[in-house]
């Protein structure tokens, strides 16, 4: 019988996102993911085909874990708009328990090499993406708001109020007030027309 791995993939993307955290997406090598675990390098190449499939894997579960909470926050409301104020406060209530992994959410996909990922690593990250624009034009049409600018104002919202509010807080190194929650969600009700 096959003795199971003494380190596993996910160890092993947690050893990338205290990397990021540390030293930016360029610190994430092969081999730093090795040392930070206490692997040997053969184990990581074991999981991950190269570096650039380490770097998609990494930003996609961040992305993923992320977006699952995001989702179900929403779905669990019956009015979109609502719903979609419960999904920006889920923004700073979430960089809030993770704080490594919404620090590595301040890159972009592009920091982690998408331009070279795998097209099963591209479909993933796509799907995210039209999942959440699926999200914005669901709030949008309870709002009755069509055109580039109701677009802009649910955005603004739901993503660029609350991830503003964060990345001020992660980038200082100071801890999100207590607060912090309600001023997305007052933001986002008032953006939407419910304050």
């Not at 579960?61 to 104020?85: H, K, L, M, N, S």
């Not at 998408?114 to 591209?122: G, N, Q, T, V, Y």
């Not at 039209?130 to 914005?136: D, E, H, N, P, T």
């Not at 109701?150 to 100071?174: F, K, N």
Request: charged share 25%.
């Amino acid at each position: 019988m096959a003795r199971p791995p003494r380190f596993d993939m996910d160890q092993m993307l947690d050893a990338a996102v205290r990397l990021t955290v540390a030293s930016g997406p360029a610190g994430v090598t092969m081999s730093a993911v090795a040392k930070e675990v206490g692997a040997p390098s053969g184990s990581v190449y074991h999981r991950f085909s190269g570096r650039t499939a380490l770097l998609a894997e990494v930003w996609l579960r961040t992305v993923e874990r992320f977006q699952d909470g995001y989702f179900r926050t929403f779905e669990a409301q019956g009015d979109p708009v609502r719903a979609g104020c419960a999904a920006a406060r889920h923004v700073v209530s979430w960089s809030r328990a993770h704080t490594d992994e919404a620090s590595l959410l301040l890159y972009g996909a592009d920091d982690f090499g998408r331009a070279d990922w795998s097209e099963e690593h591209i479909r993933r990250a796509d799907r995210g993406h039209q999942r959440v624009a699926g999200m914005l034009a669901s709030v949008a049409a309870g709002l009755g708001a069509d055109g580039s600018q109701g677009a802009e104002r649910v955005a603004l919202a739901l993503i660029d109020l609350p991830l503003s509010l964060v990345r001020r807080h992660l980038r200082a190194g100071t801890r999100l007030p207590a607060y912090a929650e309600d001023l997305a969600e007052e933001g986002a009700a008032r953006l939407l027309g419910l304050g």
